[in-house]
């Protein structure tokens, strides 16, 4: 590469026509321009778009429920009972009258506070526990027979048990939901911490001196959050079901609450005639479940690294 | 009529974005039957997609492809996928670099070869099996007949690789495809298997497309190779002449950047040579040379005109409007 | 940084920077419910060696052979077996984490792979302030910005790009980044684990370039880990090569490159590809595989693979010998009579 200097003036004279230019290559195929900011997410993950919208009517009717032309759901109206759907009681009413539109509306907020204290305190919980035993070496073993113990129940199982033990309210529902979801929180944190702490970014920071909290609070924590929020939607959905599973059964939210479950139960007698009292409020359940499904499923299609790698 | 000729090859990939990755661009080459020829290139320089794209083993979306693709005169690329089934495994056949994954780890070695000689050449199950055990002596594995009846994951990785090269051959293939087909072993491992293609080569006389990184590889295999960089050909020549009269400012730049074993010997070793900068994103169509934003040489020629493959010496091809001056300044 | 640093090389009478002592890491393989061991792979199984100030040692090997193990069993990132490790004339391996901290300051590493070495959700200013601020070399803002502009310039990138993310850089700027990590605590010592083996040839020979300059401008010593022996041959002074958690020859480079001592450095220098076509050179191509390190075998350990092997490898394990000014090799053929000893051709004169 010595020459480099040599044929400077021949390389100066050179022009266009001296050379041979390369064939242009055809267009394969055009770039797309895709929208940018929040309606370009939304149009390539419509499952979160979706799933979120529907999410949205629904904690629109949980917060709104008074104003949406409903009654006291709770108020009996022995003259009215088993009313079919009709312009006077949309959903019709039940075997003591009560409105179902109205019990339904409200039992919205039953659900998404059950669904959602649960993902929030069992994720919490959960990771508290995951990032000790990924961590603690002899804890490790301790920590993960016991969740193994709790795996081997069926959280509505172990639910029941521990709604047994307790006083029957919206609260201790969420508790017992709550203590039988940890286990498969703390098992995904923990095997995430696992993989994460073998990551060269990890020894390089204990290498630059960092203490061992520092690093959980840095280097692992941030990046067991986006598998946190995917799971946590799932636990959402679920515990929405066990919840409503609980009451119908009787041994969830007491009767007196409006929930879906409640009102499936006391229309189970009924089923044969008068399907809608059931019919209702399993459609909003089903809706809701799917909303946080989708939601979950679109989430983690975002956020899944190898899905950002393709191409 | 060459075994394969591959004619203005494009590759291209819809990005996640929308735009378009131009993986490979134009790329035109042969291969005759019997010869190895060597596809070498940095990562991102389409070496391994151009493979993918001779077995039409591109998902289509996001790929898409375009040009030709001729072997022994049927196009590729206008087959179904029917009619390429019959191909790959058969008459072309691919090592990949990594012989940890590219084994199925439920099924013994023995079937593992025995699958394509049942499915392309109609083999009863004890021929496939006879045959096996005749293929893993012809690629050096001992005490075959019991290996036959093992599973991956008792073999070590040089084993696994002789494997995968049984496999490739099972079927008599015109065309074997090595894709970085050592990289993933030690030295000495790499070594075995490198003397292994060797000998495999004069006997078995298939033609031998080998991607790879490594020039010492290239050096030690290949009868002819061909330079890729950003999606195209920059340089092709046989073995000798690249290596010891490089016309591309990239090739000449790649073979100063590989320090020599047994430098030390000579005195002082010195600095290497650097190719300064980085790879053009293949997102945007490049006007001009692809070399041009990192090339010691460049004039504003360069970058307006792109230059056409031109013969700069007897069977030696270079894209470039200064190397044939270079050459005989030099 | 400061002139000390600079003509610290100068000072070869010094007692070693880094000396490592019988140094052992065997991990124990457990298996059953209750965990319990059945095993050991004996990674590292007794390594010793010292790295002068401003100098580099190279270790060698194939995979397994223990050298990445020994680069983090000096890291501390997982406690050693057994074996000292003296690091200017302090020992540290008996330290606790906390009292080792402030002395990681000294010791800067930079791994293989630049994409999975730096965490992806924090910027290259906070990646590269985390060792200024837990070491307290940066006062305040204004220091550790000049910190940060300083370290930029030592890696050669430019200095508004420590407000950038990781994923918006290449291969080989991700591991300049690391380097600047690597040197953010002004270290005495660097260990390099592969830290050039996962890029591409171009971009390989800015990175060693750069750790040369860097080197000679700030004196540092250096532990390059490296399979690949072109390189290790360009960079190094000294280097170690390793078998099955031994080191079987350790040698100035030019007695090791030249004139191996040992069969294993023999067969693994003709192994190597070289990119000449034609260059006809004899090569040993080594039978086999590399025994499992759980169960090394008797003797010496390389006997299985080895074209000389005679009786007595098969029982007893040489040991380190000198077999000339600075150059030591584990092999019994340098007790035999010169005559029958095929590794005792010397080192050809310089060109």
Known sequence: MSSTTAPLAGRAALTAKDVAAAAPLPDVMQPKTRRKGAIGYMLRHPTIAIGGFLLLIIFAIAIFAPFLWTKDPTALAPVMRTRNPSAAAWFGTDMLGRDVYSRVLYGTRVSLMVGFGVAFFASVIGLAIGLVSGFVRWADSIIMRIMDGLMSIPSILLAIALMALTRGSVGNVILAITIAEIPRVSRLVRGVVLSLREQPYVDAAIASGTSTPVIIWRHILPNTLAPMTVQATYICAAAMLIEAGLSFIGAGTPPIIPSWGNIMAEGRALWQVKPYIVFFPAIFLSITVLAVNLLGDGLRDSLDPRAAKRV | MALLEVENLQTHFRTPDGGVNRAVDGLSFSVEAGETVAIVGESGCGKSVTSMSILRLIPEPPGQLAGSIRFQGKDLLKLTEREMRAIRGNEISMIFQEPMTSLNPVLSIGQQIGEALRLHQGLSKQQAEAKAVEMLTLVGIPAPDKRVKEYPHQLSGGMRQRVMIAIALACNPKLLIADEPTTALDVTIQAQILDLMRDLKHRVGAAIVLITHDLGVVAEVAERVIVMYAGRKVEEANVADLFRNPRHPYTQGLLGAVPKLGSSLEGETERLAEIPGLVPSLKQKIQGCVFASRCPKVTELCREVAPALEEKAPRHVAACHYAEREAIAA | ?351
Request: charged share 25%; hydrophobic share 40%.
């Open chain 3, 1 to 351: 940084m400061s002139t000390s640093m600079t003509d610290r090389s100068a000072h070869r009478g010094l007692p070693p920077l880094l000396e490592v002592n019988d140094l052992k890491k065997h991990f124990p393989i457990k298996a059953g419910f209750f965990g319990n061991t059945t095993g050991h792979v004996y990674a590292v199984d007794g390594v010793s060696f010292h790295i002068e100030k401003g100098e580099t040692l190279s270790l060698v090997g194939e995979s397994g052979c223990g050298k990445s193990t020994v680069g983090k069993a000096l890291l501390r990132l997982f406690p050693p077996t057994a074996g000292q490790v003296v690091l200017d004339g302090k020992r540290i391996d008996d330290l606790s984490q906390g009292q080792l901290r402030p002395i990681r300051r000294r010791v800067g590493v930079v791994f293989q792979d630049p994409f999975s070495s730096l965490n992806p959700r924090m910027r290259v200013k906070d990646l590269l302030a985390e060792p200024i601020r837990n070491y307290g070399l940066a006062k305040n803002g204004a220091e550790l910005d000049e910190r940060l502009a300083k370290l930029m310039d030592l890696v050669r990138l430019p200095r508004d790009a420590v407000t950038r993310w990781p994923h918006e850089f290449s291969g080989g700027q991700r591991q300049r980044i690391c380097i600047a990590r690597a040197l953010a605590g002004e270290p005495d010592l660097i260990i390099c684990d592969e830290a050039v083996s996962a890029l591409d040839v171009s971009v390989k020979a800015q990175i060693v370039n750069l750790l040369q300059d860097l080197q000679t401008q700030l004196g540092l010593a250096m532990l390059f880990i490296s399979h690949d022996l072109a390189i290790v041959e360009h960079m190094t002074h000294r280097v170690a090569v390793m078998y099955l958690g031994k080191i079987v020859e350790i040698a100035p480079r030019r007695s090791l490159f030249g004139a191996p001592k040992h069969p294993y450095t023999e067969a693994l220098l003709s192994a190597v590809p070289v990119p000449e076509p034609g260059a006809s050179r004899q090569r040993i191509v080594l039978k086999g595989d590399v025994p499992s390190p759980i169960n090394p075998p008797k003797g010496c350990r390389f006997h299985t693979r080895c074209p000389y092997a005679f009786d007595r490898c098969r029982t007893d394990e040489p040991e380190l010998k000198q077999t000339q000014p600075g150059q030591w090799a584990a092999c019994h053929l340098h007790d035999l009579p010169e005559a029958s000893n095929p590794l005792a051709r010397s080192l050809p004169a310089a060109a």
